[in-house]
Structures are given as C-alpha cells and as structure tokens.
C-alpha cells in the first residue's frame, strides 16, 4: 500500500503552491477584512488549470482526477480558505453538475466558458427555511409550454453575484417531494434572476456568498440539467464528491495554521527561550500533526475510491466530518499558540479558524455526515 502521492500530483501541488505563496498570501488579509471577491486572481486560477480540475480536454478543462482535485483545494486552503472554497465550489457543484448529468449541447456551451474563468459557476439547492431538509423546499419550476417559470429564494450561494450561471433545484412535482425535484440552468442576466443580498459572515469573508431571489425566470426546456424529476437524486451524487473537496479544504486551513503555529513557537521567546521548548506547546503541536495526518488518509482514501470508480459515499462523509472538526481544533490550538497575538488581525490564524467553521456546516453538516455514516454501517 503506498501512502505516497504519485509524481505528477506532487508537482501540481508544488506549482499550486507557488503560485498561492506568491499571488494569493500577500492579499489574502485585505481580501477578507475589505470582504472582496477578488476577480483579479481568476484569471491566474484559470491559466493553472485550477478552474477545470476535472473537466476532460475537449471541454477546454484539464482533465485531473479527484486526487488532483483534493490537492489543488488543499493547497488553496493552506494559504486563503475563501479562494479554495471558490476552487471547490466551482468545480465540484456547478461545472460538476454540468459535466455529470448535462447534455452534449450543454457540456460544450458551459464547460468551455467555466475552465476558461470566463464563467464562474453557482450551485442553489438551500433555501432560507431548508438546508439539510430538501423536502421543505419551496422554489419551484412549472411549466408554460417549451419553457420553464422559476419562481424561489436560494440562500447561501457561493458565487451567486460573480457566477456566469447557476445550477438551480426547484420542485416540478410537488407533491412528490425529493422525488419531484429537478435541476436548471439560469445565467446571469436572465430577467428575473438576481442576487438580493449579500451576506456578511464569519469566516469565508473574500467568498461571494449571497441570497438568490427568482422572479417569473423563464428558461427553455433546453436549460433543464438531467432528467425531470431526478434533480434531487443527482444532487446526492455530486455532494459526494463535494465532500472530499471540503475535507481537502479543511484539512489545507490545519496544515496552514500549524505551520505557522510552528514558526511561531520557535521564533517566539518567554522566560529566556522559544516556547516551541516548553512541553504544553509540543503537545499542542504534537495532537494537531496527528489529527491532519489522519485527516489526510480518509480524504485521500476517498478520492483514490472516487478514481478507481469504486463506492466512496461513506469515506467521503467520513473524511469530510473527521477533517472538518480536526481543522477547527487545530486552528483553535495555533490560536492558543499565539496568545494575544493570534486574536488580533495582524496574525493569519484567527481567518484560519473562522474559515474552518465553515466546513463543519457547508455541503452536509457534520450532523448530516453521521447520519450517512451510520447508515453505511448498520445498512439502512
């Protein structure tokens, strides 16, 4: 069994690691106190191929595997949480999507356009009164001869307001629940589709995050992604593969947070030497390199399953909900490390811990991953 990864992921990490030292660290403080999208930086993702992770070539993407996947997100996050969840989300819902259940006519209209960076790609399934309960949703799509009228709110939607198009899930059959959901394509600029709000939060402050709001949207039948009805039950399928990018993201934030944490114990001095001597830091530092290893092997685990096209539902769930709770206590600790100083804003570590948090929520809550887990398990 080799724990290794192969020759070629190591380089990409390694140029997507220049590139996030060199274009993304010195801004990234700014970015998230101005709470910015920086659309500048797009471009540079797009030219690295970081857009198209897993679109194949003939899309104009770069046709990487889910591993390739987890360490561009990975290595995004060691330096700036909001860009990798730009990079994940992205790639893994909204071109996700498209590459998984559009048509021919819609992969080559879309794909192109999203690893191009020319479009940004938005994913709405969560409403304000339903996030993990997808049958409480309420937006929906009837249809008026060759078209389609959307009418809703999404919320939280990541690239709502920067996005070229937007995946969207709306109720078709109603009263069939998650079995009468299906799945649209709206672009921007669609008369009736805007972003309504935008939200201030926590962590993810440079991310776009904002509330979507549909108002008599009509788009033709040709904007309807996979088959009617079967939106829901898609949508299972790519937050599988979601969570392996959040896990990546998660376990990238602790990488990053700790290796500061170690710069800064060696270089910071109390009582006439480094506190990186004293026992209660080595053992901080000692608990957070051994939760991201193991956050590391269930990620990687799960990504190596998702490529050899084996079932990797429940190893997903599993390393997005160990990562994402080891990420938080590690970024709590590197805090710690850094006393007064890592509350304040001057230091990287406390964007670290707020952008963790929100891998504990996002794409299945760490509630929601035990609750798949354990019906892996008992064979529910």
Not at 171 to 191: C, L, S
Not at 282 to 307: G, H, N, V
């Amino acid at each position: 069994m080799d724990f290794d990864l192969p020759e070629t992921h190591r380089q990409l990490r390694d140029v997507v690691r220049a590139f996030c030292e060199k274009e993304v660290r010195p801004n990234a403080i700014e970015w998230d106190k101005q709470e910015r999208f920086p659309k500048e930086i797009v471009p540079g993702l797009a030219e690295l191929g970081l857009l198209g992770i897993r679109i194949p070539e003939e899309y104009g993407g770069a046709g990487m595997d889910t591993t390739a996947y987890a360490v561009c997100v990975e290595e995004c996050a060691r330096v700036d949480g909001s860009l990798a969840l730009t990079v994940a989300s992205h790639n893994g819902l909204g071109t996700g999507h498209v590459l998984a259940f559009g048509n021919e006519a819609q992969k080559r209209k879309y794909l192109p356009k999203a690893a191009s960076g020319e479009w940004l790609a938005a994913w709405g399934l969560t409403e304000p009164g339903s996030g993990s309960d997808a049958a409480g949703m309420r937006t929906t799509a009837k249809r008026d001869g060759d078209e389609w009228v959307i009418n809703g709110t999404k919320m939280f939607i990541t690239q709502g307001s920067v996005g070229g198009f937007c995946v969207v899930l709306a109720k078709t059959t109603p009263e069939k629940k998650q079995k009468g959901i299906t799945a649209f394509i709206v672009e921007h600029g669609t008369p009736g589709f805007r972003a309504s709000k935008h939200l201030e939060k926590l962590g993810m402050r440079s991310s776009d995050t904002v509330e979507l709001s549909f108002e008599n949207v009509r788009v033709s039948d040709a904007q309807r992604l996979g088959q009617l009805d079967n939106g829901f039950i898609d949508t299972l399928q790519i937050l599988d593969k979601g969570r392996i990018s959040i896990a990546a993201l998660a376990l990238g934030l602790g990488r990053g947070a700790l290796e500061l944490s170690i710069a800064y114990a060696k270089d910071r001095k109390q009582f006439d030497k480094p506190i990186a001597d004293f026992q209660a830091i080595q053992w901080m530092i000692a608990d957070s390199r051994t939760e991201l290893d193991a956050a590391a092997l269930l990620t990687y685990r799960a990504a190596a399953l998702a490529d050899q096209g084996k079932p990797f539902s429940r190893e997903a769930s599993m390393a997005k909900l160990y990562a994402s709770e080891a990420a938080t206590r590690v970024c709590n600790r590197a805090v710690q490390i850094h006393g007064g100083y890592g509350y304040t804003r001057e230091y990287q570590v406390e964007r670290h811990l707020r952008d963790a948090k929100l891998c504990e929520i996002g794409e299945g809550t760490s509630e929601v991953q035990r609750m798949v887990i354990s019906r892996h398990v008992l064979g529910a």
